[in-house]
C-alpha cells in the first residue's frame, strides 16, 4: 500500500529555512506527480506546490519565489526546501500523491515560525 512519511519539520525564526523530506513507498514512486499541501490552525488544507513525474513544477502564490519543490526518484523522496519563512507559513505540512482513484496522505509534520 502506499506510504508517504515526512521528516524535517520543527520551529524556526522568522527569515530562516527548513527541508522537508517525504519518503514514499508502495507504488513506481518515478511514475507519479507528487505535492505538498499544508494546514494551519483553524483553516482549511491548502495547496502548497506540485512536481510531475517529469519534474515540472508548480507553486501556490503564497510560496512562489521562497519554496523549491525537487525530488530524488533514486531515494523515492520528494523534498520542499522552504526559505524567507513566515510566522504565516506555521502549519502541518502533508506530503500527497493522488493514484487513481483516490490521494494518499502522510501522517504530516509541524512546522512553526516564531522568534
Known amino acids: 500500500q502506499v506510504q508517504l512519511v515526512e521528516s524535517g519539520g520543527g520551529l524556526v525564526q522568522p527569515g530562516g529555512s527548513l527541508r522537508l523530506s517525504c519518503k514514499a513507498s508502495?507504488?513506481?514512486?518515478?511514475?507519479?506527480?507528487m505535492s505538498w499541501y499544508r494546514q494551519a490552525p483553524g483553516k482549511e488544507r491548502e495547496y502548497v506546490a506540485r512536481i510531475t513525474s517529469i519534474r515540472a513544477t508548480n507553486y501556490a502564490d503564497s510560496v512562489k519565489g521562497r519554496f523549491a519543490i525537487s525530488r530524488d526518484n533514486a531515494k523515492n523522496t520528494v523534498y520542499l526546501q522552504m526559505n524567507s519563512l513566515k510566522p504565516e507559513d506555521t502549519a502541518v505540512y502533508y506530503c500527497s500523491t493522488y493514484i487513481s482513484p483516490q490521494r494518499s496522505w502522510g501522517q504530516g509534520i509541524q512546522v512553526t515560525v516564531s522568534s
Open positions: 508502495g507504488f513506481t514512486f518515478s511514475n507519479y506527480h
